[in-house]
């Protein structure tokens, strides 16, 4: 699945990433981390489908997008 990524978290994720769903969030943090160690070191932001997600239990069946963002503020 491609992973769309901003900022620094761009060079860090430089390939695709196989998951297989429906996955947790939690699982999906894993996977991402395992494939991406660096990023354990990092805060970051996940949307899924345009929506930020952020419950560990949260299920994801078949998204049409993954986001990983480094953290924004807004005003």
Do not use: C, R, W
Not at 3 to 28: D, H, M, Q, R
Not at 42 to 57: P, Q, R, T, V
Request: hydrophobic share 40%; proline share 7%.
């Amino acid at each position: 699945m491609e992973i769309k990524t901003f900022g620094k978290i761009s060079e860090i994720v430089n390939k695709k990433l196989e998951l297989v769903f429906p996955i947790s969030f939690t699982e999906l943090k894993t996977a991402i981390e395992e494939q991406f160690p660096a990023l354990k070191t990092l805060h970051y932001k996940i949307a899924i489908n345009d929506e930020l997600i952020s419950e560990e239990d949260h299920i994801i069946t078949q998204p049409q997008s993954i986001v990983i963002m480094p953290p924004f503020s807004g005003g």
